[in-house]
């Protein structure tokens, strides 16, 4: 059977202008417990790549920058 | 090269002690083994990054189950904690770690992790318990990982992170060999020799579906699959009493404590509609959710915490915890919804279920010195059978585990394994990457969970067992012959699943052998509703026996303090009776 994407809003959102990964930070990537953070090979900057947070915060608390904002997924809100 | 990618690649590595699972119990046992044999090396596995793994990522706002002189004694605690768990318990173990405690507690203050104290500078210990009183306060809880990480750097533990341990490894005469793994970014396969492996992986938190519907939204870090579970199972260990569930308290859809832990000093409590209380204790027993899942279904549901009534002072000083320790999204979540405390109370609802020690009593079996069922094999925290170990109960049973294990690793050589087991395990991790076609992991598990859902979440009915496990079974099949990973990371997802595959089949199995209702709500089932001491005052251990699950009686061990017989039902007295 074929495979469709899946559209979802996403829980994390990364403010472009704030991020660093683009001189090779990786915090929020590296401090992810469930891994869903990833640097974008278009943008250099992070993102979140799979929707499956558990909305706890390392990714924001870690980052030197302030550019992670951590939301409650929409399906909880 | 892209992240995910996924890489053909195979390697092995040796150790002494392997510690599987950097969380709370897992970064204490490789300490303590480290400590024990500073020239031996230590090799701390992680599935995701040491520095924010496991249930206390965010760190911890308190212990729930100090022992702390003056305040309570080791024979009060093991007392209380057999009464919780209706008398099933092996008492050696719970007033070791009762012993064990405090002596942790000051380990950890010397790490810089802040207990609080009174005005006399005395632990401020608080009481929620039905008995005694053990909840100690961390007002710098959230440094709890960072703390533990300096410790770990120190002493030169090799941490590997990002690597998803799949199966143990064993001799042929039953001995632990090692591990094989798999990297949650590449999916190279890793090979781990080892004298001793311990395991700390964690709750299996992701078995049932909460009732939002997000799948990653559950009461546990949603990373803490039961892969720990399922490897003890295929390595032939046993599992003890998996048909006692965890079900918690939580807030309703975010699905986090509420937390009557913290806010219970104060003078907070859990309220029905009509604003009135309806259990005696907030502790977390199978015997309370029985009465809170009572009271939702009555009518006079919801249920809610309420500290609306407390001073406007205390009750900042409550949000200041709630806000900043272990869940600290629960402020982004209210405030959403325009919830202040102030003038709301807190709407509750019962989580999923799951396995887990650290509130509960199920777990991979182990004795007094954290040794499982199988020689050089030790598990620790949330995922052994230690009932109702919290944070605390991890770190002081993962520091008996890693003392030792390595006097094990000390002892014995390496033990030889099957070079064929580690191929036909590597056909097993990839044989998703190789289809072409097929169903994605993320399908798998949302059927899996939601199968758990309708037909094995307490009221646990016989007929409703059978055919749970009938499309389970289905389900198994799909995620064998028809599950597809494209990237690394679905792979994980897809691996993952299996874990939680393999929980659902031993709760299904474990709970349809123990023909008796007991630990309120965890087990109770419709057709057996009577406690039968008879015939059930014994552990269940579910194990692996060629090839099948099986599960038999373990006698529970003579008592180290003795229960009087009008203490043993002090727990089944919840609800709040009228008074004339």
Wanted: with cysteine; glycine share 8%.
């Amino acid at each position: 059977m074929p495979l469709a994407s899946y559209q979802t809003s996403v829980p994390v959102v990364v403010d472009d202008a704030k991020c660093i990964a683009d001189k090779g930070c990786t915090v929020c990537v590296d401090v992810c417990p469930l891994d869903v953070l990833r640097i974008s090979d278009m943008t250099n900057k992070a993102y979140m790549a799979y929707d499956e947070c558990w909305y706890c915060m390392p990714c924001e608390a870690d980052c030197p920058t302030g550019a992670v904002t951590v939301n409650i997924p929409y399906l909880l809100r | 090269m892209a992240l995910d990618q996924i890489v053909d690649g195979l390697s092995e590595v040796s150790c002494d002690v392997l510690v599987i699972g950097g969380g709370t119990a897992g970064p204490m046992a490789a300490l303590k083994a480290k400590l024990k044999n500073p020239k031996a090396n230590v090799v701390l596995l992680e599935k995701a990054n040491v520095k924010r793994s496991g249930a206390i990522s965010m760190g911890m706002d308190g212990l729930n189950n100090a022992v702390i002189p003056g305040y309570a004694t080791p024979e009060q605690y093991t007392k209380e904690i057999t009464i919780a768990n209706d008398g099933i318990v092996d008492q050696k173990a719970v007033y070791k770690y009762a012993q064990n405690c405090y002596k942790i507690v000051e380990e950890l203050d010397s790490f810089g992790i802040r207990f609080l104290k009174n005005e006399n500078g005395d632990y401020a210990v608080k009481k929620v318990h039905h008995i005694g009183s053990y909840v100690l306060p961390m007002p710098n809880g959230e440094t709890v990982k960072k703390a533990l990480y300096r410790q770990l750097r120190r002493a030169r533990i090799l941490i590997s992170n990002r690597y998803m341990a799949t199966r143990l490894l064993k001799s042929s005469d039953g001995r632990i060999a090692g591990a094989i793994s798999v990297n949650t970014r590449t999916a190279e396969i890793l090979v781990i020799r080892a004298k001793a492996v311990i395991l700390c992986m964690g709750a299996a938190g992701r078995l049932g579906l909460p009732t939002s519907g997000y799948m990653f939204g559950t009461y546990e870090n949603a990373a803490n699959s039961g892969d720990g579970y399922a490897m003890a199972y295929h390595a032939g260990a046993a599992l003890a009493n998996l048909e006692c569930y965890q079900i918690n308290p939580l807030i309703k859809d975010y699905n986090g404590p509420a937390c009557a832990y913290v806010a219970g000093p104060f003078g907070a409590f859990t309220a029905n509609n009509e604003g009135s209380r309806f259990i005696e204790c907030d502790y977390w027993s199978g015997q309370m959710m029985l009465e809170f899942y009572n009271e939702l279904l009555s009518g006079k549901g919801p249920v809610f915490l309420q500290l609306k009534h407390l001073h406007p002072n205390t009750i900042e000083e409550i949000e200041t915890t709630l806000h900043k320790v272990e869940r600290p999204t629960r402020g982004l979540f209210q405030q959403g919804r325009g919830v202040d405390y102030r003038k709301e109370s807190i709407e509750m609802h019962i989580s999923e279920i799951g396995f887990c020690s650290g509130h509960s009593a199920s777990g991979v079996f182990v004795d007094d010195n954290a040794r499982t069922t199988v020689s050089g094999l030790y598990a620790a925290g949330d995922m052994a059978s230690v009932p109702h170990n919290y944070m605390l109960g991890a770190f002081t049973n993962g520091a008996v585990a890693g003392i030792d294990a390595m006097e094990f690793a000390d002892s014995h050589d390496f033990a030889e394994f099957d070079a064929a087991d580690v191929a036909m395990e590597r056909d097993r991790v990839l044989a998703p990457t190789k289809r072409e076609d097929g169903i994605p992991p993320n399908q798998v598990e949302y059927k899996t969970r939601r199968l758990v859902n309708d037909y094995l979440q307490p009221p646990k009915v016989t007929r409703k067992y059978e055919l749970g496990m009938r499309r389970l079974a289905e389900a198994r099949e799909d995620m064998q012959e028809r599950m597809i990973a494209r990237n690394a990371h679905e792979l994980l997802r897809a691996l993952e699943v299996q874990s939680i595959m393999d929980c659902a089949d031993m709760a299904a199995h474990a709970s349809l052998y123990r023909e008796e209702s007991r630990w309120g709500l965890y087990h109770w089932r419709t057709d057996f509703p009577e406690k039968d001491n008879e015939n059930w005052f014994c552990h269940t251990l579910l194990s692996k026996q060629n090839g099948k699950m099986t599960s038999e009686k373990r006698a529970v061990e003579p008592y180290v303090v003795p229960i009087a017989d009008d203490e043993k039902d002090l727990y089944d007295k919840q609800r709040i009776r009228a008074t004339a």
